[in-house]
């Protein structure tokens, strides 16, 4: 089986660093949702502030790859003379991917990122207090929640379109 070199970079982009992503946000989300504190000793929060720092900030690193992959690597085969785009808004049944999702995937999406780097950010100053974090827990878990289904709908509307008009 051999796979080409734009196969190769959009498997990275997706199922590469896609994975790594959902992965590290279920990880950073149990650690979350687990930081309540309740009679828990200072050993115990100190290794669950360690593994919650790594989540967040894998979640994060991952966020961060996908979107420069996909908007440096991927995307220009997309806009390409011939490309996907081209066959996507020469049917109208799949004009709308383009209109809608590939404008998701183009705009919206970065904004994943940077919710996820906000949430290891807060982690990571405040991982010496584990009262204040504690405290912050909620708000973490809708901005780390937003950024994974943020992510979640431009991959899907990726493996849609990739679907509809595969890289060649």
Excluded: C, Q
């Excluded at 966020?63 to 081209?86: K, Q």
């Excluded at 705009?107 to 405040?126: E, G, N, S």
């Amino acid at each position: 089986m051999e796979i080409t070199y734009r196969e190769f970079w959009t498997l990275v982009h997706g199922m590469g660093l896609g994975a790594v992503f959902l992965l590290a946000y279920a990880g950073g989300l149990a650690e979350l949702w687990a930081l309540r504190g309740v009679e828990e000793t200072a050993a115990g929060l100190a290794s669950r502030t360690r593994r919650l720092l790594i989540g967040t900030w894998l979640m994060a690193g991952a966020a961060w790859g996908v979107v420069l992959t996909g908007t440096w690597i991927v995307y220009p085969w997309y806009r390409e003379e011939g490309g996907i785009r081209d066959a996507l808004l020469a049917n109208p049944n799949t004009e709308l991917w383009h209109t809608f999702g590939m404008e998701w995937k183009e705009h919206v999406a970065w904004i994943a990122p940077f919710l996820a780097t906000a949430v290891a950010v807060i982690i990571w100053h405040y991982r010496r207090h584990p009262k204040k974090l504690e405290a912050l827990r909620k708000p973490l878990i809708v901005t780390f929640t937003a950024a994974f289904l943020i992510a979640g709908v431009a991959g899907l509307f990726g493996a849609m379109i990739t679907k509809a008009g595969p890289i060649r």
